[in-house]
């Protein structure tokens, strides 16, 4: 079965400072991945998503990820960490194994941005 | 655009009574849609999908009878929480498929609502 470890729980970073979340995936042929960010008691933002082409992949924020096979990871990168990215970040791939339009999120990383 | 609005946003209801959540897809049609629960620190656990006309499909644990799944039209699907206990607390998370035809696509995700039982 497809899965999504995302292996820090908590991340701090100081405002300015770069970021990468990291992101590593299990699946059985090449996925479609995805980043989401949700903010405190919202819904999901979708922040970029790879579903075939080049490997790095540009999303909104300023944020983005490169595709690497060999390592099976989705990394999310920004150069320059804003106050106001503090949120919890989604790695999520899919579909399902079984054909089914699923997605599989992981643990989710909480991002706290200091002064 | 692929707007997706949840309502109510939140609500407070005494056990055993029973609580109707909305999503709708406000610019687009969905032909699939799905319902997520989260619990605090957590991350999405998919509960079950949606299509537009059928039954729904839910997930291995997830009780049928009290997760009330309705996708009568292209553009809403309702969760009825059916006699709710403490235990059903959570923020429930829905999301939309765009009817592309093509053979996966991104979700598009509702702000949530959050379920408190007393």
């Known amino acids: 079965a497809q899965s999504v470890t995302q292996p820090d729980i908590h991340i701090t970073v100081s405002e300015g400072a770069s970021l990468e979340l990291r992101c590593n995936y299990s699946?059985?042929?090449?996925?479609?991945l995805f980043w989401y960010v949700q903010s405190p008691g919202q819904g999901l933002q979708l922040l970029l998503k790879?579903?075939?082409?080049?490997?790095l992949v540009q999303g909104i924020k300023g944020f983005e990820a490169e595709f690497k096979r060999s390592q099976s990871s989705f990394n999310l990168r920004k150069p320059s960490v804003h106050w106001s990215d503090a949120a919890e970040y989604f790695c999520?791939?899919?579909?399902?194994?079984?054909?089914?339009?699923?997605?599989?999120f992981g643990t989710g990383t909480k991002l706290q941005v200091i002064p | 655009g692929a707007v997706v609005s949840q309502h109510p946003s939140w609500v407070i209801c005494k056990s055993g009574t029973s609580v109707k959540i909305e999503c709708r897809s406000l610019?687009?049609?969905?032909?699939?849609m799905f319902w997520y629960r989260q619990f605090p620190k957590q991350s999405l656990m998919l509960m079950a999908t949606?299509?537009?006309?059928?039954?729904?499909?839910?997930e291995q644990g997830v009780e049928k009878d009290k997760f009330l799944i309705n996708h009568a039209s292209l553009t809403l699907s309702t969760l009825t929480v059916t006699s709710a206990h403490p235990e059903d607390s959570s923020f429930y998370i829905c999301?939309?498929?765009?009817?592309?035809?093509?053979?996966?696509?991104?979700?598009?995700f509702g702000p949530g609502t959050r379920l408190t039982v007393l």
């Open positions: 999301s939309a498929r765009i009817a592309s035809g093509r053979i996966f696509d991104e979700q598009f």
């Open positions: 790879y579903f075939s082409g080049d490997t």
């Open positions: 699946y059985g042929a090449t996925p479609y």
């Open positions: 610019d687009f049609q969905a032909t699939t």
């Open positions: 949606s299509n537009e006309g059928s039954k729904a499909t839910y």
């Open positions: 999520a791939v899919g579909p399902d194994s079984g054909g089914y339009q699923k997605v599989t």
